[in-house]
């Protein structure tokens, strides 16, 4: 899931960002300091949240709040702003939330939850997951991912044409995925089965995995072997 900061104060915008790299899996595609050039980014870019500031030079938050409704209404709207007495207003056009500054911490990190919760029960619905490849956020389908490989905090996913990544650890991806056609074969490695080809057998009671049309292969270690057996049926 991706997001975009609409905010003109500085330090607003850099406390937003700290606390949602720090606690959310959230990526921040782009931050601006007006809704004019927001308006125009969201023209050509797919996004799923806006943290958006009320009170701000030009085109006002809640004016562009109700002009992104009218084309997009999927789009999770987090008001962020000194001034309550919008509130009403906010949740007439359906915002997900209206976040008082100055911001508490325990309340950012309660709405960054939700709206992980929220997005991924969307994205699971509709079989995509929203992968980044250079600076670009693309909308992939779970069933064209091959494998997938721990870099780090991140995970890299391959499908048969591209590696994309995703900031998520790889044991929290697979939860993510939820589904049955992803295993574990070794600490760093997720396998869709419905993509394996050949299962070649390896030193120490260990495998590889080829795919079906890449030449990628991923291990399957000892730790992983008898789920892995249990789960292809090999005895």
Known sequence: MNCIIVEDEYPSREELKYFINKYSQIIISKEFD????????LESNTIDIIFLDINMPGLDGM??????????????????????????????????????????????????????KSCDESKKCCNKIALKRDEKILLIDIKDIFFCEAMERDTLVYTKKNEYIINMGISDFLEYLNDNNFIRTHRSYIININKVKEIIPWSNNTYNIKFEGIEQEAPVSRSYIKEFKNKLNIK
Do not use: Q
């Open 34 to 41: 007006n809704a004019i050039d927001a308006l125009k980014f």
């Open 63 to 116: 004016s562009f709040a109700k002009i992104i409704k009218k084309f997009e209404d999927t789009i999770k709207i987090v008001f962020t702003t000194a001034y309550p007495e919008h509130a009403i207003d906010a949740f007439e056009i359906e915002a997900f939330d209206y976040i008082l500054k100055p911001f508490s911490e325990e309340r950012i990190i309660s709405t960054l939850k939700k709206l992980e």
